[in-house]
Antibody, heavy 119, light 108 residues
Framework: QITLKESGPTLVKPTQTLTLTCTFS??????????VGWIRQPPGKALEWLAL???????RYSPSLKNRLTITKDTSKNQVVLTVTNMDPVDTATYYC???????????WGQGTLVTVSS | QSALTQPASVSGAPGQSITISCTGT???????VSWYQQHPGKAPKLMIY???KRPSGVSNRFSGSKSGNTASLTISGLQPEDEADYYC??????????FGGGTKLTVL
């Protein structure tokens, strides 16, 4: 059974760096074809894809946020970490991590974690 | 990488069929479109991938198709529990994806 869970601060101040951790079980990020992505959703708004990391350490980022995002993995801990620099109130959102084995689809998602950006 | 265009809302009566469209250039470029169902306060759930494939456990009332730059999700035999937000997602090249703006489905 595959599970994912996001963790990190619920409140960050403007200009700070956000660090989120996705801890997963039921699969390995050393298995060929496996990836973990991050997607966010501002309150009442649409989903927005942020980043993706694959088993071979290939990393992909949303072009619009590329300069602010870093995704890494720790296969020994079954974790994927996303950092977002220079946080702004518009970055207030629920942040999800999700498992993928196909180019277009995230088949299993974490419960999400709400991050609020406010001074 | 432009967001995909979906209607803001659709509605249908129980037992009817509805179709949600999803338009964008990336849709036309790849046969890699997925659809997600999201109930309020819940994480999205994958309903369709690679345009028309259903994951195990998803009802066959849900089907997907594509023509040109537009993908479609059809839900037949509408049920009250189908009321939710629906998002399309397309592969956009270089291992990136893009989501649509979402469609709110109301079951009348």
């Amino acid at each position: 059974q595959i599970t994912l869970k996001e963790s990190g601060p619920t409140l960050v101040k403007p200009t700070q760096t956000l660090t989120l951790t996705c801890t997963f079980s039921g699969f390995s990020l050393i298995t060929s074809g496996v990836g973990v992505g991050w997607i966010r959703q501002p309150p009442g708004k649409a989903l927005e894809w942020l980043a993706l990391i694959y088993w071979d350490d290939d990393k992909r980022y949303s072009p619009s946020l590329k300069n602010r995002l870093t995704i890494t993995k720790d296969t020994s801990k079954n974790q994927v970490v996303l950092t977002v620099t220079n946080m702004d109130p518009v970055d207030t959102a629920t942040y999800y991590c999700a498992h993928t084995e196909t180019p277009d689809a995230f088949d299993l998602w974490g419960q999400g974690t709400l991050v609020t950006v406010s001074s | 990488q432009s967001a995909l265009t979906q209607p803001a809302s659709v509605s249908g009566a129980p037992g009817q069929s509805i179709t949600i469209s999803c338009t964008g250039t990336s849709v036309g470029s790849y046969n890699l479109v997925s659809w997600y169902q999201q109930h309020p306060g819940k994480a999205p759930k994958l309903m369709i991938y690679e345009v028309s494939k259903r994951p195990s456990g998803v009802s066959n009332r849900f089907s997907g198709s594509k023509s040109g730059n537009t993908a479609s999700l059809t839900i037949s035999g509408l049920q009250p529990e189908d009321e939710a937000d629906y998002y399309c997602c397309s592969y956009a090249g270089r291992s990136t994806v893009v989501f649509g703006g979402g469609t709110k489905l109301t079951v009348l």
